[in-house]
């Protein structure tokens, strides 16, 4: 049964890569990598290090990438530079990137007065294949036997496509690191609680039978809201039919409503009838309460009680970043998550340690567990109706 929760100890395998810290969107970007380097030094200050096993990554290599990328894309993100797209002005180049939707921005951008969602950065190649290199680690260390949960923190840019940038996303590491499990795994679970649509994970695997991809987010219908794709109605085609599950909602999502009301229902119908031998999770933290972008009230504890949900499961879990934009509650969430993952969760103080980024949680008291609003503006008809939506097409799965 889904609900096996259990004591077990889980051995768990643990990706960072100090060499993502430093990388740049730019000084106004809402995208900031140093939110894993906060999340790094506050699982460390919390003493959970010691209850993992850290390892090194390498980065993947542009073999690795093409696996799912074009040869064109892939030669772009190796070839462009601040320098020679910016400044040297190479019309070839520039053509390529357009192309690839790289640092051009789109139509609403344009009008936004020139805010780039994928910029060309300084290191980009250098970051792609390190936060992909630590996704398909994982994925190895899973396939391998060598671990019961893998996290990847860097990993998780579920908008990327294989022949062009969006949303914050350059290369695509969770659609690498499935393709990596299927190679050992008859059937991949993938499940996206980032607020944003998992889109890039989806249109990929949505004729493939052996992959289930789940995506949980905002979705305002003729209000957009990005990526703008992901309604009830899409269900995969072909041999991958009621094989993706879109659960679109309202701004303002409360832990009651997420958890209680859809993801524990919808996720133990998924689980008994798509039965998965592997479940990959990304953990976008933009679905947070006080959020930057998101919108929605879910607290630390709400989200991860989704981590802890399929960690009871007893299924071979790979848990990845994603989005995230208000950088202090980020690090809260996924250290805390990383505590879940190791068991420990109940053990850790409130009282976020003294360490050195100590003073970005001062907005939030210094503590783990930031309050969120207790007053709810969602409407039970409302969840009743997404839910039902979800589990009428759950009951097309294996018809
Ligand atoms: C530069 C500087 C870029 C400030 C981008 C918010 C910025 C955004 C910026 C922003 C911003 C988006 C769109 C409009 C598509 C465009 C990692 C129709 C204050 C996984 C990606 C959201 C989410 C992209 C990524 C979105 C993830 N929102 N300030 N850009 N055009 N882009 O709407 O799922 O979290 O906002
Ligand atoms: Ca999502
Ligand atoms: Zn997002």
Same mark, same amino acid.
């Given at each position: 049964?889904?609900?096996?929760?259990?004591?077990?100890?889980?051995?768990?395998?643990?990706?960072? &890569?100090?060499?993502?810290?430093?990388?740049?969107?730019?000084?106004?970007?809402?995208m900031?990598?140093?939110?894993?380097?906060?999340?790094?030094?506050?699982?460390?200050?919390?003493?959970?290090?010691?209850?993992m096993?850290?390892?090194?990554?390498?980065?993947?290599t542009?073999?690795? %990438?093409?696996?799912?990328? &074009?040869?064109?894309?892939?030669?772009?993100?190796?070839?462009?530079?601040?320098?020679g797209?910016?400044? /040297?002005?190479?019309?070839?180049?520039?053509?390529?990137?357009?192309?690839?939707?790289?640092?051009?921005?789109?139509?609403?951008?344009?009008?936004?007065?020139?805010?780039?969602?994928?910029?060309?950065?300084?290191?980009?190649?250098?970051?792609?294949?390190?936060?992909?290199?630590? $996704?398909?680690?994982?994925?190895?260390?899973?396939?391998?036997?060598? $671990?019961?949960?893998?996290?990847?923190?860097?990993?998780?840019?579920?908008?990327?496509?294989?022949?062009?940038?969006?949303?914050?996303?350059?290369?695509?590491?969770?659609?690498l690191?499935?393709?990596?499990?299927?190679?050992?795994?008859?059937?991949?679970?993938?499940?996206?609680?980032?607020?944003h649509?998992?889109?890039?994970?989806?249109?990929?695997?949505?004729? &493939?039978?052996?992959?289930?991809?789940?995506?949980?987010?905002?979705?305002?219908?003729?209000?957009?809201?990005?990526?703008?794709?992901?309604?009830?109605?899409?269900?995969?085609?072909?041999?991958?039919?009621?094989?993706?599950?879109?659960?679109?909602?309202?701004?303002?999502?409360?832990?009651?409503?997420? %958890?209680?009301?859809?993801?524990?229902?919808?996720?133990?119908?998924v689980? $008994? /009838?798509?039965?998965?031998d592997?479940v990959?999770?990304?953990?976008?933290?933009?679905?947070l309460y006080?959020?930057?972008?998101?919108?929605?009230?879910?607290?630390?504890?709400?989200?991860?009680?989704?981590? $802890?949900?399929?960690?009871?499961?007893?299924?071979?879990?790979?848990?990845?970043?994603?989005?995230?934009?208000?950088?202090?509650?980020?690090?809260?969430?996924?250290?805390?998550?990383?505590?879940?993952?190791?068991?420990?969760?109940?053990?850790?103080?409130?009282?976020?340690?003294?360490?050195?980024?100590e003073?970005?949680?001062? &907005?939030?008291?210094?503590?783990?567990?930031?309050?969120?609003?207790?007053?709810?503006?969602?409407?039970?008809?409302?969840?009743?109706?997404?839910?039902?939506?979800?589990?009428a097409?759950?009951?097309?799965?294996n018809?």
């Amino acid at each position: 049964s889904p609900s096996c929760g259990d004591g077990r100890k889980r051995n768990v395998c643990y990706y960072y &890569d100090s060499g993502i810290a430093n990388v740049d969107y730019g000084a106004e970007h809402v995208m900031v990598p140093r939110r894993v380097a906060m999340t790094h030094a506050l699982v460390a200050s919390y003493g959970l290090l010691p209850h993992m096993t850290r390892l090194r990554t390498t980065p993947a290599t542009e073999h690795d %990438l093409r696996a799912f990328h &074009d040869d064109g894309y892939v030669r772009l993100l190796r070839d462009i530079s601040p320098d020679g797209y910016y400044r /040297r002005h190479d019309n070839n180049i520039r053509a390529r990137a357009r192309a690839c939707r790289v640092g051009v921005p789109d139509e609403d951008e344009e009008a936004d007065g020139g805010h780039y969602d994928n910029p060309v950065i300084d290191g980009l190649w250098d970051y792609c294949l390190r936060y992909a290199g630590g $996704s398909l680690a994982a994925a190895r260390a899973l396939a391998a036997g060598r $671990s019961d949960i893998a996290i990847n923190w860097s990993g998780g840019m579920h908008h990327a496509c294989s022949g062009k940038a969006s949303g914050f996303c350059y290369v695509n590491d969770i659609v690498l690191a499935i393709q990596h499990l299927l190679d050992t795994f008859a059937r991949v679970l993938y499940v996206d609680i980032d607020v944003h649509h998992g889109d890039g994970v989806e249109e990929h695997f949505k004729g &493939d039978e052996r992959v289930m991809t789940v995506s949980f987010h905002r979705y305002d219908g003729d209000q957009y809201f990005f990526p703008g794709t992901g309604k009830a109605g899409d269900v995969g085609e072909g041999k991958g039919k009621y094989r993706t599950l879109n659960v679109p909602m309202k701004a303002g999502m409360d832990d009651a409503s997420y %958890l209680h009301s859809l993801f524990v229902p919808i996720m133990d119908t998924v689980m $008994s /009838r798509f039965q998965p031998d592997a479940v990959v999770l990304q953990c976008g933290a933009d679905s947070l309460y006080g959020d930057r972008l998101g919108g929605f009230n879910l607290s630390v504890s709400g989200h991860a009680a989704c981590v $802890s949900y399929l960690r009871s499961c007893n299924v071979p879990l790979l848990l990845l970043g994603g989005g995230g934009y208000t950088v202090n509650h980020v690090a809260s969430c996924w250290c805390y998550e990383t505590a879940v993952a190791v068991g420990k969760e109940e053990e850790i103080p409130d009282d976020i340690p003294h360490h050195g980024y100590e003073h970005y949680y001062r &907005d939030q008291g210094y503590k783990l567990h930031y309050p969120v609003p207790k007053k709810s503006s969602i409407k039970k008809e409302d969840i009743d109706k997404i839910k039902q939506d979800a589990l009428a097409n759950l009951r097309m799965l294996n018809e």
